[in-house]
């Protein structure tokens, strides 16, 4: 197992940002396909982004493309997710996930292997 500690969740109002971070506690972070999904409140927890091990893919969820971009230092073994013109409907539990070593980026949450557990985001309106 990879700890995965996010941080950067928040009370926000609509059309703000936030920047939402994931350290991995690991030298190999380089190694590992890595993504992003979200729980609100009485739904099943859903794909928002994913990014391939050297960054240079990326996959994006309908309801974010446009608003929200994916990034990674693998020198800090941290994984980026960059919240702009947020909506009442992103409310959620934002939670990073990492993926197989050396397999491609996926939507898929069976494809993810360890989780961090979650950073809350609320968006007012």
């Known amino acids: 197992q990879v700890p995965l500690v996010e941080s950067g969740g928040g009370l926000v109002q609509a059309g703000d940002s936030l920047r939402l971070s994931c350290a991995a506690s690991t030298p190999t972070f380089g190694g590992y396909p890595m993504g992003w999904f979200r729980q609100a409140p009485g739904k099943e927890r859903e794909f928002v982004a994913a990014i391939s091990r050297a960054g240079s893919s990326t996959l994006y969820a309908d309801f974010v493309k446009g608003r929200f971009t994916i990034s990674r230092d693998n020198a800090r073994n941290t994984l980026y997710l960059q919240m702009n013109s947020l909506k009442p409907e992103d409310t959620a539990v934002y939670f990073c996930?990492?993926?197989?070593?050396?397999?491609?980026?996926?939507?898929?949450?069976?494809?993810?292997?360890?989780w961090g557990q979650g950073t809350q985001v609320t968006v007012s309106s």
């Open positions: 996930a990492r993926g197989g070593m050396n397999r491609p980026i996926s939507r898929r949450q069976s494809e993810y292997q360890s």
